[in-house]
C-alpha cells in the first residue's frame, strides 16, 4: 500500500487528481525535505471499480436464506460496500500518488499522509499528500578526513593464552583428600545462605552450588572467604555488595553470608603433545601442528574485528565530513525497529509481558538518526564510485567465513542457496568496499593494538 487515509465515508473524501497521460503536478515545498502534492481523482472511476469488485465478491459470499452465487447486490452492498469503497480509495489514491511523484521526479522517504482537502472540482474527490523525500548528500573532500586505521599481530603469547583456554575445555576434576584447603583453580561445592539485617533475601540461598575458585564466577569477598576452608568446614563472614550489582535489591547492601563447603575437586589439565592435538581433530596432529592451527583461526579472527574496528573509524569520519538533512519519517521507522528488535531481546531472555513492556522511542532516536545518516552517505558515495558488490567479492567472503566452520562447502552452499543470507553478505561486503575506498583518500594514522585489547574491546 503506496498510501492510507482515516477510514470515513467516500463521500467526505476529497482530493485533486489528474490523468497520468496529461498530469502537471504542483510541488510545494513546506520545510527543508517536506512536500505537499495535491491529487483528484474522479469519483466515477470510484464507484465503476467498487462495483466491479462486489459483483466479483457476490460470487462467493454467503447470507441465511440465499444459494452461494445468488446473494442479491442490494445485500452485498450494504453488507461490504463500505470496505470495499476503502479499499478501492486506498488503492487508487495510491496509484495517482505514484504517477505524479514519477512525473515530478521525486524520491519519496517514508509514507505519505494523506488528509482531506476542500474545494474539489465537481465530479472529483481530492487529497493532499504531504510527505518528505529523500536529501541531497554533499560529500565532503575525504582527502581532509581524519581515520584511525588499527592493526594487530598475533603473537606467541596469543597462541599460549588460546591453548589454554582449550586446556581449560577440557579439564577433568577430582576430589581433593579431606584434609587438604581450597585454593585456587579448585572447584568447590558449597551450601550458603546470605541475610541482610538477619533477613533472608531473594537468591541469596543454595544447596549443592558448584564455582570454580579464583575464575571470577564469584564476587571476589566470596572467593576470597572460601579459600582455605577443608570440606566440611562452616564459616560466616560479611560481603558489601557493589553499588552497581547486577540484583537491583541487594546492590551497596552488606549481607552476611553463611558457607558450608561440601567438596572440593582439584582440576587437572590435558599436557600439550601429540594426543592432545589429535582429540581436538587437528589435521597434523602434533603441537605445531595444533600452535599452527590456532594461529591460523586467531588470523582469522583478527583479521574480522581489525576490519570492524576500521570500518566503524571510516563511518566515523563519513558523517562528520557530510552535510545532509535527514528525513524525519526515516529516523522514526528506524526507531521502530529498533524498539521492537529490544523487545525481541527482552522476550528471548524470558521477560515477562516483553511485547508490551514499556521501551520510551527516544533512547533510541539519537542513534536511529545516525544509522539513517549514515546509510544516505554510504549509499551516496557507493553510487557515485561504483563500489556495489562483485560476484567475486561475495564468493571469497563468503568462503572465508566458512573455514571457521566443519564443513565450509555446507556453509557456502548455505549462503549461496538464500537470498537474503546473502544480501547480508553483500551489505558487508559493500561496507568493506567504501572502507578501503576512504582509507585510499583521508588522512589516515596507523595504530597498533594489543591483541587481548582487541578481543576484549
Known amino acids: 500500500m503506496v498510501c492510507g487515509f482515516e477510514s470515513r465515508p467516500a463521500h467526505q473524501l476529497k482530493a485533486i487528481i489528474k490523468s497520468s497521460h496529461t498530469m502537471t503536478v504542483q510541488v510545494e515545498t513546506l520545510d ?6 495535491t491529487l483528484t ?4 472511476t470510484i464507484n465503476t471499480e467498487v462495483e466491479s469488485r462486489l459483483k466479483k465478491l457476490s460470487r462467493t459470499v454467503k447470507a441465511d436464506g440465499f444459494r452461494p452465487g445468488k446473494v442479491p447486490m442490494s445485500v452485498v452492498a450494504q453488507r461490504y460496500g463500505y470496505s470495499v469503497h476503502y479499499e478501492v480509495m486506498n488503492d487508487k489514491v495510491g496509484q495517482v500518488f505514484s504517477a505524479a511523484v514519477v512525473e515530478a521526479k521525486l524520491r519519496v522517504a517514508g509514507a505519505p499522509k494523506i488528509s482531506e482537502k476542500e474545494g474539489a472540482p465537481e ?3 481530492s487529497f493532499d499528500a504531504v510527505f518528505e523525500v529523500y536529501p541531497e548528500v554533499k560529500l565532503g573532500d575525504l582527502s581532509t578526513a581524519e581515520v584511525e586505521r588499527v592493526s594487530t599481530e598475533v603473537t606467541e603469547e596469543a597462541i599460549d593464552k588460546t591453548v589454554d583456554i582449550l586446556r581449560k575445555q577440557r579439564r577433568t576434576f577430582a576430589q581433593r583428600p579431606a584434609a587438604e584447603s581450597a585454593v585456587a583453580s579448585d572447584r568447590v561445592t558449597i551450601d550458603f545462605e546470605g541475610k541482610i539485617d538477619g533477613v533472608p533475601f531473594d537468591g541469596g540461598k543454595a544447596d549443592g552450588f558448584q564455582f570454580l575458585i579464583g575464575e571470577g564466577q564469584m564476587l571476589e569477598q566470596f572467593d576470597l572467604a572460601v579459600r582455605g576452608m577443608k570440606s566440611g568446614d562452616s564459616k560466616t563472614f560479611p560481603l558489601q555488595f557493589p553499588a552497581d550489582y547486577q540484583g537491583k535489591d541487594v546492590a551497596g547492601k552488606e549481607a552476611d553470608f553463611m558457607v558450608t563447603l561440601k567438596k572440593i575437586e582439584a582440576q587437572h589439565l590435558p599436557e600439550v603433545n601429540e594426543a592432545f592435538a589429535k582429540s581436538l581433530g587437528i589435521a597434523d596432529s602434533t603441537v605445531d601442528g595444533l600452535r599452527a592451527d590456532v594461529k591460523k583461526n586467531l588470523e582469522r579472527e583478527v583479521k574480522f574485528r581489525v576490519l570492524a574496528r576500521n570500518k566503524a573509524s571510516v563511518m566515523d569520519a563519513l558523517v562528520t565530513a557530510s552535510k ?3 528525513p524525519k519519517a526515516l529516523v522514526a521507522g528506524e526507531t521502530e525497529r529498533m524498539v521492537e528488535a529490544a523487545r525481541a531481546d527482552l522476550k528471548k531472555r524470558g521477560v515477562k509481558d516483553a511485547d508490551t513492556a514499556p521501551i520510551p522511542a527516544e533512547i533510541f532516536q539519537p542513534q536511529a538518526e545516525k544509522r539513517v545518516r549514515l546509510g544516505l552517505v554510504v549509499g551516496e558515495l557507493v553510487r557515485a564510485n561504483n563500489l556495489q558488490a562483485k ?3 561475495l564468493q571469497k567472503h563468503i568462503e572465508e567465513m566458512s573455514q571457521s566452520y566443519e564443513k565450509p562447502s555446507e556453509v557456502v552452499r548455505w549462503y549461496l ?3 537474503q543470507r546473502l544480501a547480508e553478505v553483500e551489505a558487508v561486503v559493500v561496507e568493506n568496499n567504501v572502507a578501503d575506498f ?4 583521508a588522512k589516515v594514522t596507523d595504530k597498533v593494538l594489543p591483541f587481548d585489547e582487541l578481543m576484549t574491546g
Not at 41 to 44: G, S
Not at 438 to 441: E, S
Open 391 to 393: 560476484p567475486d567479492q
Open 32 to 37: 527543508k525535505l517536506e512536500r505537499r502534492i
Open 41 to 44: 481523482l474522479p469519483t466515477a
Open 417 to 419: 542457496g538464500d537470498r
Open 324 to 326: 545532509l538533512d535527514v
Open 438 to 441: 576512504v582509507l585510499g583518500k
Open 123 to 125: 465530479g472529483a474527490l
